[in-house]
């Protein structure tokens, strides 16, 4: 049996194109967007293996009622894609606080509750796979990206630290 996908962040770029390829290889996924409708081209070109789901990850209900929508439909979760992210562009002297605090419940925060919201279903088939869309930016910080890559300096960290714990 084909697997189920959950990939955030599918209304452009490489979330969209993550979401064509796993279809178009017979394998079910949960396409997702803040907007739905932005990705209802995608359902309608794959039907019976695609369903679009609104998700915010900055918001916890958001989160939960996107993974619950998935699992009811799809049976579980055997794959997250965290694509959901965005970059900033400021001198760390420059930065806006408010906005760099967005960005990191995007990039940051929102992958966390993803894989939150999906590891205890994985943790009981003793089964899944999560990839982060991650960046260079999150190994090599340079200047005017400082915020951006401590988002994904910190999505790194958090991987690497998450992949430790669920090696058993």
Request: proline share 2%.
């Amino acid at each position: 049996m084909s697997r189920c996908w959950i990939i955030t962040g599918c209304s452009t770029g490489i979330g969209r194109a993550i979401a064509h390829h796993v279809l178009s290889i017979g394998e079910r996924v949960a396409v997702t967007a803040r907007d739905p409708e932005k990705v209802q081209d995608i359902v309608d070109a794959f039907p019976g293996r695609a369903i679009g789901l609104a998700l915010d990850v900055t918001d916890q209900e958001s989160v939960d009622r996107a993974v619950a929508d998935a699992i009811g439909h799809f049976g579980g979760i055997d794959i997250l894609v965290n694509n959901a992210g965005y970059g900033y562009v400021a001198s760390i002297e420059e930065g806006d606080e408010a906005e760099v605090k967005a960005m990191f419940e995007t990039n940051f925060f929102g992958a966390l509750r993803m894989m939150k919201a999906v590891l205890p279903g994985m943790r009981a088939r003793r089964s899944g796979r999560i990839i982060q869309i991650s960046s260079l930016a999150g190994r090599i910080a340079n200047p005017a990206t400082g915020y951006y890559s401590s988002s994904k300096f910190a999505l790194e960290a958090a991987s690497e630290a998450l992949s430790r714990e669920v090696a058993d």
